[in-house]
Nanobody, 122 residues
């Protein structure tokens, strides 16, 4: 069992930046960030897989968000730049010990954090 604790959410104006952190109680091969806006389905944002050089990014955040993992501390970060109002959502950290088949599908992940709110005002 891996426990995940997110932090770093908050409120910013459009164009601003935030850095989310997810501290894991153990190591996982795949670690991801998902988000869910009110009235919308949860969607994958960024995924890092141990052994793969290139992370996965959703088209909507490509070039603005960067996912990085500190394997020494089992922490994954999401640096979010040039934030837009449409980035407003609850952001969740997810992890799985496997090399997942479809990195942006929720069902691939065994462990989830409680979420951290990100609000971007125009």
């Amino acid at each position: 069992q891996v426990q995940l604790v997110e932090s770093g959410g908050g409120s910013v104006q459009a164009g601003g930046s935030l850095r989310l952190s997810c501290a894991a109680s153990g190591s996982s091969r795949c670690m991801a960030w998902f988000r869910q806006a009110p009235g919308k389905e949860r969607e994958g944002v960024a995924v890092t897989i141990s052994g793969r050089d290139t992370p996965y990014y959703a088209d909507s955040v490509q070039g603005r968000f960067t996912i990085a993992q500190d394997s020494g501390t089992n922490t994954v970060f999401l640096q979010m730049n040039t934030l837009k109002p449409e980035d407003t959502a609850m952001y969740y950290c997810a992890a799985d010990p496997r090399w997942v088949g479809d990195p942006f599908q929720q069902y691939e992940y065994s462990y989830w954090g409680q979420g951290t709110q990100v609000t971007v005002s125009s």
